[in-house]
């Protein structure tokens, strides 16, 4: 009896020993792919920042190879979600971001980085910084009104509460990209649906 004990003892023991060291490796995937999709998207606002300085079509150039590796990036997410729920789950916001940024529903870094990291307290601030920044001249209105649209369409993806103005002005402005992601994406959080999302790749783009 008391070996049977003992026995139950050790296998919970190393069970929740696998259970942590499971959660430690997910953390540090999770830690390496939020790493690259930073810079990426650290890339992408860094020639959004030079673009006065390029040539057009430099400019098209550089930022089409980005987008080449955020879809490469992409695939790779797809590859490391397959078969795990568990990854499928802590990955899903950022396979969803990626695939705005690829289909440039979304053309905002930050904006893509928060929605990604599941950021909704961040979002909300960006937007309380952009209300003000409009007002005192700071912010173009219409940088205003595609960055704002990115926010609350990435809150809504968060299953964040939008006010009623916050739809209202969602539904006025939305873009046509936009509006093809929020359908494409609609109701998908995690499994296979989000998995089909991925690898629409830039479908969106081509429409």
Do not use: H
Request: net charge negative.
């Amino acid at each position: 009896m008391q070996s049977v004990r003992s026995t139950e003892r050790q296998s919970r023991k190393i069970s929740v020993k696998m259970a942590s060291r499971g959660k430690t490796e997910t953390s540090k995937l999770k830690q390496n792919l939020e790493e690259q999709m930073d810079r990426l998207m650290q890339q992408l606002q860094d020639l959004d920042t030079c673009r006065e300085d390029l040539e057009p079509q430099e400019y098209e150039e550089t930022k089409q190879e980005t987008l080449e590796q955020l879809s490469e990036f992409n695939e790779s997410l797809k590859k490391i979600m397959s078969g795990d729920m568990t990854l499928v789950d802590e990955l899903s916001g950022m396979q969803l971001a990626i695939q705005a940024a690829i289909s440039q529903a979304f053309k905002t870094p930050e904006v893509i980085q928060m929605f990604a990291k599941k950021q909704p307290g961040q979002l909300r601030t960006r937007l309380a910084e952009m209300e003000r920044d409009v007002i005192v001249g700071k912010l173009p209105r219409d940088v205003y009104t595609q960055q704002k649209v990115e926010v609350l369409t990435a809150l809504k993806k968060l299953e964040e509460k939008l006010t009623p103005e916050e739809e209202a002005f969602l539904t006025t402005n939305v873009s046509a990209a936009l509006s093809q992601f929020e359908k494409v994406s609609r109701g998908l959080g995690t499994g296979d649906k989000v998995l089909a999302l991925a690898s629409s790749g830039v479908e969106i783009t081509k429409k």
